[in-house]
């Protein structure tokens, strides 16, 4: 259906020539009645065909679907430690400033957990460099990249 860019032909395990001959020739007979513009080569010594179609509408993945909502369709999340890392880099930034004295991490449970459990040493560290109070809260809605620092 709706192919679009390169595509190529594997006739390698067609031993006759004639037939070869017989399958471009029908290929090519369809293809004229595409509306795509298209172009041909004629079989190669490996036995593929090259062909070229140009794509005129969206492709059918992008009609029926739409990207993640929780990786913004990059197929990935960051890990809870490196979301950690990056809100303990927010907190310096809006420590700096705000001049706060409280904060509050809203954040997921996964992530939330690990601040409290793993990197409770560099939280406490923080919060004695920054003079400052850190408050978290886990929001089971918020999948692991969503956070909010809240200056109370």
């Not at 809870?80 to 400033?97: D, G, K, Q, T």
């Not at 040493?121 to 109070?133: K, N, S």
């Amino acid at each position: 259906r709706n192919l679009g860019g390169i595509i190529i032909i594997d006739f390698i395990d067609m031993k006759s020539q004639d037939h070869k001959q017989q399958v471009l020739q029908a290929l090519e007979r369809n293809l004229a009645k595409d509306w795509a513009k298209t172009k041909i080569t004629e079989v190669s010594v490996l036995g593929l065909v090259e062909m070229t179609r140009k794509r005129t509408r969206e492709s059918l993945e992008h009609i029926l679907c739409e990207p993640c909502g929780a990786c913004g369709g990059r197929g990935v999340l960051k890990t809870a430690e490196s979301m950690c890392l990056e809100i303990f880099r927010e907190i310096i930034r809006e420590v700096r400033l705000y001049k706060v004295q409280t904060l509050l991490v809203l954040a997921s449970n996964d992530v939330v957990a690990m601040l409290l459990d793993e990197e409770a040493d560099m939280l406490a560290e923080l919060e004695i460099f920054l003079d400052v109070q850190i408050k978290f809260r886990a929001e089971s809605e918020y999948n692991q990249e969503q956070y909010d620092v809240v200056l109370l």
